[in-house]
């Protein structure tokens, strides 16, 4: 019985460590030096997400060029807009949100501007195509 438990014990913390080094202990994901997925024009995405057709797109890192609209500007964000249609509620199309490195460089471009950037896709909310941990690749 005793050899018995001690195998249980041995398992059940042989199971614990792996979950600690391989699951909850991961490393966080370096979008920047991440290689993209998907290399496409802003329009084709958008298009794409607009269309119905975009899923496959969610949940991967992807490379974008076209012309930046404008760029949103907080204390402690700066948000590159890329602008396809008037919706009803404002300017509809892609919003990418920067890593903290990218911000002065962000807010030095004169709008509209061409520009190349790279970000994780997180979806589309019926409005705007997002993505976040962008890094700028030329502008």
Request: glycine fraction near 10%.
């Amino acid at each position: 019985m005793k050899k018995i438990l001690l195998i249980v014990v041995i398992i059940a913390l042989a199971g614990g460590l792996y979950g600690w080094f391989f699951v909850y202990n991961k490393p966080h994901t370096n979008f920047e030096n991440s290689k993209p997925d998907f290399k496409l024009s802003a329009q084709q995405l958008f298009n794409d997400f607009s269309g119905g057709k975009g899923e496959s797109y969610n949940g991967k890192v992807i490379e974008i060029n076209g012309t930046a609209q404008k760029a949103d500007i907080s204390d402690t964000l700066v948000t590159l807009v890329f602008v396809f249609n008037e919706g009803m509620f404002g300017d509809e199309g892609i919003r990418c949100l920067f890593i903290p490195k990218f911000y002065n460089r962000l807010k030095a471009i004169t709008y509209p501007a061409p520009v190349t950037l790279k970000g994780f896709c997180a979806g589309y909310n019926d409005t705007d195509v997002i993505l976040e941990h962008c890094s700028l690749i030329k502008n």
